[in-house]
């Protein structure tokens, strides 16, 4: 935060189960008088993001046999 600025990048962790990417977003929290006294955060899982891109991409390639079903839980 001692750049005073959001910061958002992407990572991944590396779990049990395997990879999962994830997003992450900061941004200085300041008093009335702009002094900066902490940070909100926040960490978002992209890992259904990935997948609709990579399909976007293989769609766009012309691969065959891309399945359009969405994952459980995706919306149609």
């Known amino acids: 935060m001692i750049q005073n ?5 992407e990572n991944v962790a590396l779990t049990a189960k395997g990879e999962a990417p994830y997003r992450y977003t900061a941004a200085p929290l300041k008093d009335e008088h702009g002094r900066i006294i902490g940070a909100v ?29 969405p994952a459980p839980g995706m919306i149609a």
Do not use: K, P, W
């Open 5 to 9: 600025r959001v910061l958002t990048g």
């Open 41 to 69: 955060e926040y960490i978002v899982d992209i890992r259904d993001e990935m997948r609709v891109v990579a399909m976007a991409e293989a769609i766009a390639q012309g691969h065959d046999g891309i399945s359009t079903n």
